[in-house]
Nanobody
């Protein structure tokens, strides 16, 4: 059983920074892509940033230049560094990891429970 746990959310003023962490535990054999999504009240969940197993990154246009994504394969972890935060960045942030399942012998998506980020003065 694989579990993803996010941490690092909270309340920050506009222009501030936060660093989110996502740690995977359980029977982990191989990671593929890891990604961060967010969902604001009344809106659909959207992709914020992703990173492949080869550390190729991609970002939503709204966060490009402000956010950075990284991963530490030895720690089964991914991180989202968020700088110059804006009120419109307020949302629940979710981590998703594509992990090999020995049961199905395919890569499957696993989600964390989410962490709240609120940007407000």
């Amino acid at each position: 059983q694989v579990q993803l746990v996010e941490s690092g959310g909270g309340l920050v003023q506009p222009g501030g920074s936060l660093r989110l962490s996502c740690a995977a535990s359980g029977s982990i054999y191989s990671f593929n892509e890891m990604a961060w999504y967010r969902q604001a009240p009344g809106k659909q969940r959207e992709l914020v940033a992703s990173i492949t197993s080869g550390s190729v990154t991609a970002f939503a246009g709204s966060v490009k230049g402000r956010f950075a994504i990284s991963r530490d394969n030895a720690k089964n972890s991914a991180y989202l560094q968020m700088n110059s935060l804006k009120p419109e960045d307020t949302a629940v942030y979710y981590c998703k990891a594509n992990i090999f399942s020995p049961r199905t012998r395919t890569f499957e998506d696993y989600w964390g429970q989410g962490t709240q980020v609120t940007v407000s003065s």
